[in-house]
Protein backbone atom coordinates (compact mmCIF):
# COMPACT_ATOMS: atom_id res chain seq x y z
CA UNK A 1 0.00 0.00 0.00
CA UNK A 2 1.70 3.29 -0.95
CA UNK A 3 1.15 6.09 1.55
CA UNK A 4 1.47 9.67 1.85
CA UNK A 5 1.93 11.15 4.99
CA UNK A 6 2.15 14.63 5.78
CA UNK A 7 0.97 16.36 9.48
CA UNK A 8 -2.67 17.69 9.05
CA UNK A 9 -1.26 20.69 10.98
CA UNK A 10 -2.87 23.85 11.50
CA UNK A 11 0.48 24.98 11.00
CA UNK A 12 0.23 28.80 12.39
CA UNK A 13 3.25 30.93 11.38
CA UNK A 14 3.15 35.29 11.62
CA UNK A 15 3.36 37.16 8.40
CA UNK A 16 6.71 37.19 6.85
CA UNK A 17 7.74 34.25 8.45
CA UNK A 18 9.23 31.19 6.49
CA UNK A 19 6.62 28.12 6.14
CA UNK A 20 7.96 24.95 6.45
CA UNK A 21 5.45 22.14 5.05
CA UNK A 22 7.31 17.97 5.06
CA UNK A 23 5.69 14.77 3.36
CA UNK A 24 6.97 11.55 3.40
CA UNK A 25 5.80 8.41 1.40
CA UNK A 26 6.51 5.11 1.55
CA UNK A 27 7.24 4.04 -2.12
CA UNK A 28 10.90 3.99 -3.16
CA UNK A 29 10.49 3.76 -6.60
CA UNK A 30 8.43 7.12 -6.69
CA UNK A 31 9.74 9.20 -9.73
CA UNK A 32 7.98 12.57 -9.13
CA UNK A 33 6.68 14.68 -6.88
CA UNK A 34 3.86 17.47 -6.66
CA UNK A 35 2.80 20.50 -4.23
CA UNK A 36 -1.32 20.96 -4.52
CA UNK A 37 -2.30 24.45 -2.92
CA UNK A 38 -5.88 23.70 -2.40
CA UNK A 39 -8.37 27.08 -0.67
CA UNK A 40 -11.42 25.59 1.17
CA UNK A 41 -14.15 24.24 -1.41
CA UNK A 42 -11.86 25.24 -4.56
CA UNK A 43 -9.72 22.54 -6.46
CA UNK A 44 -6.34 21.56 -6.40
CA UNK A 45 -3.72 24.37 -7.67
CA UNK A 46 -0.50 22.93 -8.90
CA UNK A 47 2.21 25.28 -7.20
CA UNK A 48 5.48 23.32 -7.31
CA UNK A 49 7.18 20.08 -8.81
CA UNK A 50 10.34 18.35 -8.49
CA UNK A 51 11.74 15.26 -9.53
CA UNK A 52 15.55 14.96 -8.86
CA UNK A 53 17.28 15.33 -5.04
CA UNK A 54 17.97 18.61 -4.19
CA UNK A 55 16.15 22.38 -4.17
CA UNK A 56 13.95 23.80 -6.69
CA UNK A 57 13.03 27.13 -6.31
CA UNK A 58 10.26 29.09 -8.01
CA UNK A 59 9.31 32.71 -6.45
CA UNK A 60 8.76 32.33 -3.01
CA UNK A 61 8.83 28.39 -2.83
CA UNK A 62 10.84 25.96 -2.69
CA UNK A 63 10.77 22.49 -3.02
CA UNK A 64 13.45 20.09 -1.66
CA UNK A 65 13.39 16.51 -2.11
CA UNK A 66 15.43 13.70 -0.14
CA UNK A 67 14.81 10.33 -2.28
CA UNK A 68 17.53 8.75 -0.04
CA UNK A 69 15.05 9.54 3.21
CA UNK A 70 11.96 9.58 1.35
CA UNK A 71 11.53 12.80 2.38
CA UNK A 72 9.49 16.16 0.59
CA UNK A 73 9.39 19.68 1.65
CA UNK A 74 7.69 22.88 0.44
CA UNK A 75 9.06 26.22 2.04
CA UNK A 76 7.45 29.18 1.08
CA UNK A 77 9.28 32.34 2.06
CA UNK A 78 7.48 35.59 3.14
CA UNK A 79 4.22 33.87 4.34
CA UNK A 80 1.66 36.36 3.16
CA UNK A 81 -2.34 35.86 4.30
CA UNK A 82 -3.21 34.79 0.91
CA UNK A 83 -1.13 31.47 1.53
CA UNK A 84 -3.29 30.59 3.90
CA UNK A 85 -4.94 27.10 2.76
CA UNK A 86 -4.55 23.42 2.60
CA UNK A 87 -1.16 21.62 0.72
CA UNK A 88 -0.91 18.75 -0.82
CA UNK A 89 1.82 16.42 -1.31
CA UNK A 90 1.47 14.19 -4.08
CA UNK A 91 3.52 11.42 -5.42
CA UNK A 92 3.73 9.65 -8.65
CA UNK A 93 4.81 5.94 -8.04
CA UNK A 94 6.51 4.76 -10.90
CA UNK A 95 8.17 1.66 -9.34
CA UNK A 96 8.91 -1.62 -11.56
CA UNK A 97 5.49 -2.34 -12.49
CA UNK A 98 3.62 0.32 -11.13
CA UNK A 99 1.16 2.85 -13.09
CA UNK A 100 3.28 6.02 -13.51
CA UNK A 101 0.22 8.16 -13.96
CA UNK A 102 -1.55 7.37 -10.38
CA UNK A 103 -1.26 10.27 -8.16
CA UNK A 104 -1.20 9.41 -4.13
CA UNK A 105 -2.39 12.30 -2.52
CA UNK A 106 -1.10 13.39 1.22
CA UNK A 107 -4.36 14.35 3.38
CA UNK A 108 -3.14 17.95 3.55
CA UNK A 109 -1.31 20.21 5.91
CA UNK A 110 -3.57 23.27 6.70
CA UNK A 111 -1.00 26.46 6.88
CA UNK A 112 -2.67 29.55 8.78
CA UNK A 113 -1.15 33.01 8.00
CA UNK A 114 -1.59 35.57 10.71
CA UNK A 115 -1.33 39.04 9.80
CA UNK B 1 -6.96 29.11 -22.64
CA UNK B 2 -9.73 27.53 -20.33
CA UNK B 3 -9.05 25.29 -17.48
CA UNK B 4 -10.41 21.94 -17.01
CA UNK B 5 -14.22 22.31 -17.06
CA UNK B 6 -16.36 20.50 -14.62
CA UNK B 7 -20.13 20.68 -14.24
CA UNK B 8 -22.32 20.69 -12.34
CA UNK B 9 -20.45 22.77 -9.70
CA UNK B 10 -23.27 20.91 -6.60
CA UNK B 11 -25.64 18.13 -7.36
CA UNK B 12 -28.05 17.07 -4.98
CA UNK B 13 -29.23 13.35 -5.15
CA UNK B 14 -31.66 11.36 -2.86
CA UNK B 15 -31.06 8.03 -2.14
CA UNK B 16 -31.41 5.61 -5.37
CA UNK B 17 -31.29 8.13 -7.82
CA UNK B 18 -28.47 8.61 -10.86
CA UNK B 19 -25.82 11.02 -10.49
CA UNK B 20 -23.89 12.36 -13.65
CA UNK B 21 -20.45 14.34 -13.49
CA UNK B 22 -19.01 15.71 -16.49
CA UNK B 23 -15.55 17.10 -17.65
CA UNK B 24 -14.48 18.54 -20.48
CA UNK B 25 -10.06 18.81 -20.37
CA UNK B 26 -8.41 20.96 -21.28
CA UNK B 27 -7.55 21.82 -24.56
CA UNK B 28 -4.55 20.24 -26.15
CA UNK B 29 -5.17 17.52 -23.62
CA UNK B 30 -6.43 13.68 -23.99
CA UNK B 31 -5.58 12.13 -20.78
CA UNK B 32 -8.55 12.41 -18.01
CA UNK B 33 -8.39 11.39 -14.49
CA UNK B 34 -11.12 10.97 -11.66
CA UNK B 35 -10.35 11.68 -8.06
CA UNK B 36 -12.92 11.58 -5.49
CA UNK B 37 -11.95 13.65 -2.15
CA UNK B 38 -14.26 13.09 0.95
CA UNK B 39 -14.56 14.93 3.74
CA UNK B 40 -11.21 14.78 6.02
CA UNK B 41 -10.01 12.81 3.76
CA UNK B 42 -7.05 12.62 0.93
CA UNK B 43 -8.08 12.72 -2.67
CA UNK B 44 -8.16 9.47 -3.97
CA UNK B 45 -7.98 8.47 -7.35
CA UNK B 46 -10.54 6.29 -9.46
CA UNK B 47 -10.38 5.86 -12.89
CA UNK B 48 -7.97 6.86 -15.98
CA UNK B 49 -9.30 7.38 -19.63
CA UNK B 50 -8.21 8.46 -22.76
CA UNK B 51 -10.35 9.05 -25.77
CA UNK B 52 -12.70 6.49 -25.81
CA UNK B 53 -10.69 4.24 -23.57
CA UNK B 54 -10.83 3.15 -20.07
CA UNK B 55 -6.80 2.77 -18.91
CA UNK B 56 -7.11 1.87 -15.23
CA UNK B 57 -10.25 2.01 -12.95
CA UNK B 58 -9.18 0.36 -10.11
CA UNK B 59 -9.92 3.22 -7.92
CA UNK B 60 -13.59 2.85 -8.94
CA UNK B 61 -16.14 0.93 -6.44
CA UNK B 62 -17.14 -2.49 -8.62
CA UNK B 63 -20.61 -1.50 -8.60
CA UNK B 64 -22.69 1.45 -9.33
CA UNK B 65 -19.65 3.51 -10.62
CA UNK B 66 -18.55 3.99 -14.20
CA UNK B 67 -16.97 6.20 -16.81
CA UNK B 68 -16.50 7.03 -19.89
CA UNK B 69 -14.49 9.39 -22.14
CA UNK B 70 -16.48 9.26 -26.06
CA UNK B 71 -14.65 10.67 -28.94
CA UNK B 72 -16.52 13.76 -28.89
CA UNK B 73 -17.74 15.17 -25.77
CA UNK B 74 -16.48 15.61 -22.76
CA UNK B 75 -15.86 12.91 -19.96
CA UNK B 76 -18.54 11.82 -17.85
CA UNK B 77 -18.79 9.48 -14.59
CA UNK B 78 -21.85 7.92 -13.66
CA UNK B 79 -22.92 6.98 -10.32
CA UNK B 80 -25.88 4.67 -10.36
CA UNK B 81 -28.64 4.06 -7.50
CA UNK B 82 -26.48 6.61 -5.04
CA UNK B 83 -26.03 6.13 -1.47
CA UNK B 84 -25.32 8.87 1.21
CA UNK B 85 -21.95 7.25 0.99
CA UNK B 86 -20.78 8.73 -2.20
CA UNK B 87 -21.28 12.25 -0.90
CA UNK B 88 -18.15 13.56 -1.84
CA UNK B 89 -16.16 16.08 -3.68
CA UNK B 90 -15.52 14.89 -7.24
CA UNK B 91 -12.42 16.47 -9.10
CA UNK B 92 -11.43 15.38 -12.73
CA UNK B 93 -8.21 16.27 -13.77
CA UNK B 94 -6.38 16.16 -17.18
CA UNK B 95 -2.92 16.23 -18.71
CA UNK B 96 -1.49 16.68 -22.31
CA UNK B 97 0.90 13.53 -21.74
CA UNK B 98 0.68 10.58 -19.28
CA UNK B 99 2.24 11.47 -16.00
CA UNK B 100 2.63 14.85 -16.75
CA UNK B 101 1.38 17.78 -14.68
CA UNK B 102 -2.77 17.24 -13.51
CA UNK B 103 -4.75 20.33 -13.93
CA UNK B 104 -7.53 20.31 -11.68
CA UNK B 105 -11.43 20.87 -12.49
CA UNK B 106 -13.29 22.88 -9.80
CA UNK B 107 -14.86 19.81 -9.10
CA UNK B 108 -18.84 18.82 -8.24
CA UNK B 109 -19.95 18.22 -4.52
CA UNK B 110 -22.23 15.31 -4.43
CA UNK B 111 -24.25 15.54 -1.31
CA UNK B 112 -27.05 12.46 -1.61
CA UNK B 113 -29.89 13.30 0.73
Known amino acids: QKEVEQNSGPLSVPEGAIASLNCTYS??????FFWYRQYSGKSPELIMF????GDKEDGRFTAQLNKASQYVSLLIRDSQPSDSATYLC???????????????FGKGTLLTVNP | NAGVMQNPRHLVRRRGQEARLRCSPM?????VYWYRQLPEEGLKFMVY????????ESGMPKERFSAEFPKEGPSILRIQQVVRGDSAAYFCASSREVAEKLFFGSGTQLSVL
Open chain 1, 50 to 53: IYSN
Open chain 1, 27 to 32: DRGSQS
Open chain 2, 49 to 56: LQKENIID
Open chain 1, 90 to 104: AVNGASSGGSNYKLT
Open chain 2, 27 to 31: KGHSH
